[in-house]
C-alpha cells in the first residue's frame, strides 16, 4: 500500500472497538441495538470469521468497516490509521478506505465483460494503473484464478462459480490490506461452495491478504478460519480459534450454535480439584472445563454428543462411578457410519453418538459415561 | 462531518488521471463544493418546477378577481369559494364529474380485470395476439383518441352510429355523458390491465387448487380466493385511474364541450379560455384547488393501497406452471366477444381516423370510397401556412421535454436511494405532488407565474411550455427511473464504490450504464406522452408557440375541417406509436 500517510508498524490490520449501531433515529435507553458494544481484532495475514445466525449483527459490522453504514458510537482502525471514530466525529468514505469487498451477490457487472470487471479497479479505483499495463496485469489475476479464457466474454456468461472467482479477482486488484467477504459463498450449491471454500483459503493464503468474512455456516467458518468471532443479537459471544470455539464454548449460545451439543441446567456450583462441581437434574457431575467465574444461581452443563460414551448396563444394579448414570433410552437412529441415540436420565434427555454396530432399543436401560475433560461448565 | 483523504486523489475533474497522482485533500474538497453546488441547483430547480405552480395556484384561489390577473387584486379572501360553492353551475359540473370519472371506472374495470383474467388465467384462443392489441391504445395519444370516436360514433354520419342505426335500429350520440364515459372508459384500460394482470399471473395457483380439492366450485373459487387477492392492485388501480380520469382534459373537451357537458377539468379550461369575455382566474383557480385536492387524497390512498400489493405478494422462488381454468364450449364464443370489443373499440375508430384522412370529405367508410382516396389532406397539412414552426416548435417542444425530464427524474430517483443529501427522499416525495395537478391547471399556474414574474422571459416562447411539461412528467419520470433502481443489485454499486473509484466514477461506468434500458424507455415515454399532451399547449399557446397538437385542436374545433384534422391526428398517432412500440418492443410491458 501507498498510503499519503505511512502508517507506523503494526500487526493489527483492522481493529474494531466499541463500536455500536441502532437503526432507530435517535436512539435512547431503551434502544434496541443491531450491534452492541462490538470490539474485535484482525491480526495482518489472517483470516477472521464473523459468525452468527441471521440478524446477528456480523453483516453490518462487516458494512461499517467497510464505511458503506455508519455506526453510532465506537472506532475503527486500518492499517495503523482511524478510519471511522464517533468521538472524534471522523469517518473515512468507502472509497478511500483501503478495502476489497465479495459482496453476497458477487456484484458482477452486466454490462462488462469479464476483462472490464477485473480491471475496474486499476482503471477506475484508488489504485490506477498506466493504462498500457491495465489489460496484462489484469490477465495475470484473470489467469491464476483461472479465467484467462474467459476473459473476453460477457460476465454474464459465466456460471455461479466463476462469477465469484471473478469477484475474488476484481477484489484481489485492487491491493486491498483487508478483504470484506460478505457470505460469499451462499449463493452456490452444497458440492460446489465446498470445492471454492478451499479455493477461497488457498487464494488467501497464496496473496497473502487479510481476510474478514462473514457467514452463517458454521462448518464454514470452522475450516476457513485462523479466528472465528462469534455473534449473537449485536454482541460477541466468543473470539477463539476454530478448535477452541468447538471444544471450550463460553457460553451456552456458542455451544449450541456451533456444531451440537447437550446443554442441561445446573442448580448449584462450586470449586473441586481438577475442575468444577456441579448439581443437575441427572446428578453430580464434574466438569474439566469452566467458564471464568461461576454463576451461583446456575449455569449450564455442556457435553458434545461424540463425547457422551454409552454401554449397555450390566446386570440389575450396576456399580456407577463417578460422572456415570442410569439412563433409559428413547429412541436410536442409525445414520449409516453412526448411530444417534437419545437417552432420557430423570428430566434430561442427552443426545449421544455410538459405534453403527451398537445395539440398543428404545426403553432399554443404558449406562452414560461423561468424561470430565471433555464437560464444561458454563455460567449462563 | 471532516473530510478525511486516505488514498491518493487524483485530479478534480480529471476522468483518467496519471497513476498515483500526489494528492491533497483540497481535490476531495474541491469536488465536494463542486457535488453541492450541483445539488443546490437541482433542488432549486425542482422546486421551482413543482413548487411554485402550487403556491401560484393556491395564491390566485384567495384572490377575489374576476376579470383581473389575481395579482392586481389586493388582500386575500374567500369570496372565490364562497361564489364557485353558490352557483348553480357547481352543483351541476359536480354531479357530471362524478357520473363521468364513476362511470369510465366502472367500464375500465369490467374490461381490464375481464381481459387481465381471461388472458392470464383461461384457456382463451389466440393470447399472444389478443394480449398486445388490449394494450394498443396505450400508444393512442388521448386527443387523437377523441377525435377518431368523435369520427366514429357521431351521430350523423359515423360508421358505428350508423351501423347500429340501421342494424338494431338504436341510435348513439358520442356527444353526451354515456358516450365520453365509454371512450374513457376503453381508454384507462391498457394501463389498469397492466396493473391487474401481473396480479394474476403471480397467484399460485395451488391457492385455488387448495380450495378447489375442498370441493368449492369455480364461482366460489373466484369470489373467496381469486378477487380477495386481486383486490389490492384493482384497488390501486382504480386510484390511479381516478386521478387520470378527473384531471383529463381531451375527451371532456372533444365529446362534452359542443353539447355543453362541463366537468371540473374543461370547467376550468373554459375559465381561462371562453370562447367570448374574459377569463375569470379567480374561479378557475378555485376549481383548480379542489380538484387538486380530491386527486391528492386518491394519491394518498394508492400509495396505501401499493404497499398493501407487497404484503399480498404471493411470488414463490419455485417456478410453477400457471394452471388455467378451461372455458370449456364458451372458449369460442368468449374470443368473439373479445375480438368484437377489440375491433369496435379499438380498430374501428383508428381505421375511421384513417379513412377520414384519405378522404375529400367525411363520409362512412365503403368499398366505393376507395376510388376517391386522396392524400391531398397531408398535402392541406404541410401547405398550411407556419407548418414550418409549428413542427419546429413540436420538435424543440418534445425532445427537451423528454431529455430535461428524464435527466432530472434519474438525477431525483439516484439522490432518494443515496440519500444524497438531507431531504433528498422527501424531494423525491413531493415531486409526486405533481401528479395530483391536473394540466390544465398546471399549465394556467405557469401561465400565472410568467404573468407575474417574467423572468426568464420565456412567456410566449416553446420553453414556457417545456418547463411545464416537464413539471407535469417529473414524478411519473422519476419513479420509473426509482423502479429501475430498486431492480438494479446493492452490491453492484457497492463493490464499485469499494474500488476506491469516485462517486462520479462510479455513477458513469456503472450505474448509468445499467440503467440504460429505464432511461430510453423513460425518454420515449415523455416522448410520446409531450407529443400528445393538449391542455398544457392549449393554455400556453400564442401564435409564435404553437405545436402540433394545437393545430390539431384548432383544425378539429375551430375550422371543421374534418379530413385535415384526422391527417394531423394520423401523423400524431404515427410518431407516438414508433415511441411506444420501441417502449415495448424489448422485455416486459411495464407499468406506464
Not at chain 2, 321 to 331: C, E, Q, T
Request: net charge positive; charged share 15%.
Amino acid at each position: 500500500m501507498n498510503n499519503a500517510v505511512v502508517a507506523p508498524e503494526t500487526t493489527e490490520s483492522i481493529v474494531v472497538s466499541r463500536l455500536r449501531k441502532s437503526y432507530e433515529r435517535a436512539p435512547g435507553s431503551g434502544a434496541t441495538y443491531a450491534i452492541d458494544d462490538v470490539s474485535f481484532e484482525v491480526p495482518k495475514g489472517q483470516f477472521v470469521t464473523l459468525l452468527g445466525p441471521s440478524g446477528c449483527g456480523k453483516t453490518t459490522t462487516l458494512r461499517c468497516v467497510a464505511g458503506l453504514e455508519q455506526a453510532q458510537e465506537g472506532r475503527i482502525d486500518m492499517a495503523g490509521q482511524v478510519v471511522f471514530d464517533a468521538a472524534g466525529n471522523r469517518n473515512v468514505r468507502p472509497e478511500d478506505r483501503p478495502i476489497a469487498m465479495v459482496p453476497q451477490s458477487y456484484g458482477i457487472w452486466p454490462h462488462m465483460k469479464v476483462i472490464d470487471n477485473a480491471a475496474f479497479p486499476l482503471r477506475y479505483g484508488r489504485n490506477r494503473r498506466r493504462v498500457k499495463d491495465v489489460r496484462g496485469r489484469s490477465m495475470q489475476m484473470l489467469e491464476q484464478v483461472g479465467l484467462s479464457a474467459m476473459a473476453d466474454r460477457w460476465a454474464t456468461q459465466l456460471s455461479g462459480g466463476q462469477q465469484q472467482r471473478l469477484a475474488f479477482a476484481r477484489a484481489l486488484l485492487c491491493e486491498p490490506e483487508v478483504l470484506l467477504l460478505d457470505e460469499p459463498l451462499s449463493n452456490l450449491d452444497a458440492k460446489l461452495r465446498a470445492q471454492l471454500r478451499q479455493e477461497l483459503r488457498s487464494f488467501q493464503e497464496q496473496f497473502g491478504v487479510t481476510a474478514l468474512y462473514v457467514t452463517h455456516d458454521q462448518a464454514e467458518a470452522l475450516a476457513l478460519s485462523d479466528l472465528v468471532v462469534v455473534m449473537n443479537q449485536g454482541r460477541i459471544e466468543q473470539i477463539d480459534t476454530p478448535q477452541r470455539v468447538y471444544d471450550h464454548p463460553r457460553s451456552a449460545f456458542v455451544a449450541d450454535f456451533i456444531g451440537s451439543a447437550n446443554l442441561f441446567a445446573v442448580e448449584h456450583v462450586s470449586r473441586q480439584d481438577g475442575g468444577v462441581l456441579v448439581k443437575t437434574g441427572i446428578g453430580a457431575v464434574l466438569c474439566g472445563n469452566s467458564t471464568a467465574e461461576l454463576d451461583p444461581s446456575g449455569g449450564f452443563v455442556c457435553v458434545r454428543p461424540e463425547n457422551v460414551r454409552v454401554r449397555a448396563a450390566r446386570g440389575d444394579l450396576p456399580v456407577l462411578g463417578d460422572n456415570q448414570f442410569l439412563g433409559t433410552v428413547v429412541s436410536s437412529e442409525f445414520l449409516g457410519d453412526r448411530l444417534e441415540v437419545v437417552v432420557r436420565i430423570g428430566d434430561v434427555s442427552l443426545t449421544a453418538v455410538a459405534r453403527a454396530d451398537f445395539a440398543c432399543g428404545p426403553g432399554q436401560d443404558i449406562e452414560v459415561t461423561l468424561d470430565p475433560a471433555t464437560t464444561s461448565y458454563l455460567a449462563r | 462531518m471532516s473530510q478525511v483523504e486516505v488514498g491518493p486523489a487524483p485530479a478534480a475533474g480529471a476522468v483518467e488521471p496519471p497513476p498515483r497522482a500526489p494528492s491533497a485533500p483540497v481535490g476531495g474538497r474541491r469536488r465536494r463544493l463542486a457535488g453541492n453546488l450541483v445539488n443546490l441547483v437541482m433542488i432549486l430547480l425542482i422546486g421551482y418546477l413543482v413548487l411554485v405552480p402550487l403556491v401560484i395556484l393556491l395564491y390566485s384561489s384567495f384572490k377575489a378577481s374576476t376579470t383581473q390577473l389575481p395579482f392586481q387584486v389586493a388582500g386575500f379572501s374567500l369570496e372565490n369559494f364562497r361564489r364557485v360553492f353558490e352557483s348553480g353551475q357547481f352543483a351541476s359540473v359536480t354531479l357530471n364529474t362524478v357520473v363521468y370519472v364513476v362511470g369510465s371506472l366502472v367500464v375500465a374495470l369490467v374490461l381490464s380485470t375481464g381481459l387481465a383474467y381471461l388472458m392470464e388465467r383461461t384457456d382463451i384462443p389466440g393470447r399472444r395476439f389478443l394480449s398486445p392489441m388490449a394494450l394498443s391504445p396505450m400508444a393512442v395519444p388521448v386527443t387523437v383518441m377523441a377525435i377518431a370516436w368523435a369520427l366514429v360514433a357521431n351521430p350523423v354520419n359515423g360508421p358505428l352510429a350508423v351501423l347500429l342505426r340501421q342494424t338494431l335500429g338504436l341510435s348513439i350520440d358520442i356527444y353526451s355523458l354515456p358516450g365520453m364515459i365509454v371512450v374513457m372508459g376503453i381508454f384507462g384500460v391498457p394501463s389498469m390491465y397492466l396493473m391487474i394482470a401481473p396480479a394474476f399471473a403471480r397467484m399460485n395457483p395451488e391457492l385455488e387448487e387448495a380450495a378447489a380439492t375442498i370441493g368449492a366450485p369455480l364461482r366460489r373459487r373466484l369470489r373467496l380466493i381469486v378477487f380477495p387477492l386481486i383486490m389490492p392492485a384493482m384497488s390501486a388501480a382504480a386510484m390511479l385511474f381516478v386521478v387520470v380520469a378527473l384531471e383529463g382534459f381531451a375527451i371532456p373537451a372533444i365529446l362534452g364541450l359542443p353539447k355543453q357537458i362541463f366537468v371540473f377539468s374543461s370547467q376550468i379550461q373554459y375559465y381561462v379560455e371562453p370562447p367570448t369575455g374574459l377569463p375569470n382566474y379567480g374561479q378557475a383557480s378555485t376549481y383548480g384547488v379542489l380538484l387538486l385536492a380530491v386527486s391528492l387524497v386518491m394519491l394518498l390512498v394508492y400509495r396505501r393501497r401499493t404497499r398493501d400489493v407487497h404484503r399480498f405478494r404471493v411470488v414463490v422462488g419455485k417456478a410453477y406452471r400457471p394452471a388455467r381454468a378451461s372455458l370449456g364450449r364458451w372458449r369460442i364464443p368468449i374470443f368473439v366477444i373479445v375480438c368484437a370489443y377489440l375491433f369496435i373499440g379499438i380498430g374501428l375508430p383508428i381505421l375511421t381516423l384513417i379513412w377520414t384522412s384519405l378522404s375529400p370529405f367525411v363520409r362512412p367508410i365503403s368499398l366505393s370510397g376507395f376510388a376517391s382516396m386522396t392524400f391531398a389532406n397531408y398535402g392541406h397539412v404541410f401547405a398550411a401556412p407556419e407548418i414550418g414552426q409549428t413542427l419546429l416548435n413540436t420538435a424543440i417542444v418534445v425532445l427537451l421535454t423528454a431529455t430535461a425530464a428524464t435527466a432530472i427524474s434519474t438525477w431525483i430517483a439516484v439522490a432518494a436511494s443515496r440519500r444524497q443529501f438531507p431531504g433528498s427522499k422527501f424531494l423525491f416525495e413531493i415531486s409526486s405532488l405533481v401528479f395530483g395537478i391536473p394540466s390544465v391547471v398546471l399549465g394556467f399556474a405557469i401561465l400565472f407565474l410568467y404573468v407575474f414574474i417574467p423572468v426568464p422571459p420565456i412567456y410566449d416562447t416553446v420553453w414556457i411550455i417545456v418547463v411545464a411539461l416537464v413539471a407535469r412528467y417529473l414524478p411519473r419520470g422519476s419513479r420509473m427511473i426509482q423502479t429501475a433502481l430498486l431492480q438494479i443489485d446493492d452490491g453492484l454499486v457497492e463493490s464499485a464504490r469499494v474500488t476506491g473509484a469516485r462517486p462520479a466514477t462510479v455513477t458513469r461506468t456503472v450505474l448509468l450504464p445499467l440503467l440504460r434500458p429505464s432511461l430510453r424507455k423513460t425518454w420515449l415515454w415523455v416522448f410520446a406522452h409531450a407529443l400528445g399532451e393538449l391542455p398544457i399547449a392549449l393554455v400556453l399557446t400564442s401564435s409564435d408557440n404553437r405545436t402540433l397538437v394545437v393545430e390539431l385542436w384548432d383544425t378539429f374545433t375551430s375550422s371543421g375541417d374534418y379530413p385535415t384534422a384526422s391527417a394531423l391526428a394520423v401523423i400524431i398517432l404515427a410518431i407516438s406509436s414508433v415511441a411506444v412500440w420501441l417502449v415495448n418492443r424489448d422485455g416486459t410491458l411495464e407499468e406506464s
